[in-house]
């Protein structure tokens, strides 16, 4: 899975220690046993499942089709049993299934306890850095999303990742959010289907799914996850309060930058809101902590406000400051490419990415914005 080697930096590393968590039934144990039972026809590969049978793990290899026939697998959850397996058959990749079943004799605590789960993953990653073998650690979360047992967890391990089920169940995202051996916030996109979890290099087609006509209060805006572009829909509403109090609901974006754009809209464009409900969501279920959305989300408000919607071939990116200026943002150009490869025709831009270069050789037309007023402009052009 080449979009699981670019999350971990490049590949799997050799004595690393990687820990993956996620929801329950999201797809750990079924994304791992799809890697491991791979590489185990040109590596030694050891599966410890200290949660399911060897019966259920073959039947799960069985029903999606993967090679199981080089695949060590051993059921327990002792951690001296197993470290005493691996020394025996020395594996050059470990999968532990899961960290939270796992105890060790000389801990007088239950399994799963911060002590016992500290206890546990200390003595891996120490087997792992002395043997040089790459250990999988499958771990729960907690009902906040965090690896549950001790902070400390992430501190020992090379990589952290986190596989999110997002609002489309169809839909995986995995996320680096620790890697000594390559750049945080990397994600890859994978798809689940009835024989297994699938890859998908190309998620800004995904994302923009069933988006064929147009509708105010949609735009499409440029990120960056890692080193990856991704073309991100924004949806935004406006409606009538029903009550005294206004409502605001952000999905996907921080609630408090969106109580700042609609005071930034106020202030340079004159749009009150009070006596409106206004709603954002971002498509796709992804959550977004990247400035470079500001312009994007003003324009879809503005365009539902209006009632007018905007052109499909219309990108937007951008930091918009208290002063109402357009603020550049870093990578413009590898946007302005993922957008031009998508078939966008027409790009809003901080007119601090615009360059002659940039200008000269895409096929896409480039409008430079310096302050919100001109962002207002451009639009009220294209709604007449």
Not at 308 to 324: C, H, K, N, R
Not at 355 to 371: A, D, V
Request: with cysteine; hydrophobic share 40%.
């Amino acid at each position: 899975m080449s979009e699981l080697d670019r999350v971990l930096g490049g590949g799997i590393v050799e004595g690393s220690v990687i820990l993956i968590g996620g929801d329950p039934g999201v797809g750990k144990s079924t994304l791992l046993t799809q890697i491991v039972t791979h590489l185990s026809q040109q590596q030694n590969v050891l599966y410890i499942s200290g949660e399911e049978s060897s019966a259920q793990i073959s039947q799960r290899c069985h029903r999606l089709e993967l090679p199981q026939n080089k695949l060590w697998l051993l059921t327990s959850t002792d951690i001296d049993d197993i470290l005493h397996y691996a020394h025996e058959h020395t594996p050059t990749i470990m999968v532990i299934d899961s960290i939270q079943t796992m105890y060790n004799d000389k801990v007088n605590s239950a399994a799963g306890s911060v002590t016992q789960v500290r206890e546990c993953c200390a003595q891996l990653v120490r087997y792992a850095k002395l043997n040089r073998c790459a250990v999988f650690v499958i771990g729960h979360v907690t009902k906040d999303g965090h690896i549950a047992g001790p902070r400390i967890l992430e501190h020992m391990v090379d990589t952290v990742l986190y596989l999110e089920g997002e609002s489309d169940p169809r839909y995986r995202i995995l996320r680096a959010i620790k890697n000594r051996f390559g750049a945080i916030n990397e994600i890859a996109v994978f798809a689940m289907t009835e024989k297994g979890i699938k890859q998908i290099a190309n998620p800004s087609a995904i994302f923009l799914t069933n988006r064929n006509q147009q509708a105010s209060g949609s735009v499409v805006v440029a990120i960056k996850e890692g080193s990856r572009p991704l073309l991100i829909e924004i949806q935004a509403l406006f409606d009538t309060a029903s009550s005294s109090h206004s409502k605001r609901l952000a999905i996907g974006i921080d609630y408090n930058r969106l109580s700042m754009l609609l005071a930034i809209m106020h202030r340079h464009i004159g749009i009150s809101t009070y006596e409106q409900d206004c709603y954002i969501n971002i498509v796709g279920g992804l959550k977004i902590q990247e400035t470079a959305t500001d312009l994007a989300i003003m324009i879809a408000l503005y365009s539902s406000y209006k009632n007018s919607p905007l052109p499909i071939d219309l990108l937007v990116f951008g930091e918009v400051g208290l002063t109402g200026e357009v603020r550049p943002v870093a990578d413009g150009e590898a946007r302005i490419i993922e957008a031009e490869k998508q078939g966008f025709k027409t790009a809003f831009i901080p007119f601090g990415n615009l360059s002659k270069n940039l200008k000269s050789k895409r096929n896409i037309k480039i409008i430079g914005l310096r302050t919100l007023t001109e962002a207002v402009e451009k639009c009220n052009e294209i709604f007449n």
